[in-house]
């Protein structure tokens, strides 16, 4: 079984953008391409995505984004099951965090993956409490 990362939005963002942290998405990807990794992003996240495109770029962006990301060997995760649900409001109850980024969180735990971030402020805190694992990708 390959290991699993669980992408947040900065660092789908950060991949997007061609910001810094691109090349450790980019690795990512291709292992998953090649079966080494599995890579994670729950629609949550993706819809985040999509609203930042759409604020900045207009409804033809973020589309072309969709569209983008579809192709990528990531795996969108849908549900939100009750481990998720209880893993993800636990986060939230317990640290500042958004409730979108207490889903990132969750989602690792719940798939014993790593999470994936550019996001210091939000996850510093939870992965000094051991509640998560972190890839800093910027």
């Not at 390959?2 to 953008?17: G, K, N, Q, R, T």
């Not at 690792?108 to 694992?133: I, M, N, Q, W, Y």
Request: proline share 4%; hydrophobic share 45%.
């Amino acid at each position: 079984m390959e290991p699993v990362f669980v992408l947040d939005s900065s660092a789908l963002l950060a991949y997007l953008y061609g910001e810094p942290g691109r090349e450790r998405v980019e690795d990512l990807l291709l292992r998953a391409t090649e079966g080494r990794v599995d890579i994670r992003l729950h629609r949550i996240h993706l819809g985040e995505i999509y609203y930042v495109l759409y604020r900045k770029g207009g409804e033809k962006i973020a589309e072309a984004m969709l569209s983008d990301v579809s192709g990528l060997p990531i795996r969108l995760e849908d549900r939100i099951s009750p481990a998720l649900m209880r893993e993800a409001a636990k986060i939230k109850a317990s640290y500042r965090v958004s409730y979108a980024d207490a889903f990132a969180a969750g989602l690792a735990k719940v798939r014993a993956g790593t999470l994936a971030s550019c996001d210091h402020t939000e996850f510093e805190p939870l992965e000094s409490a051991s509640e998560v694992t972190l890839l800093w990708v910027r």
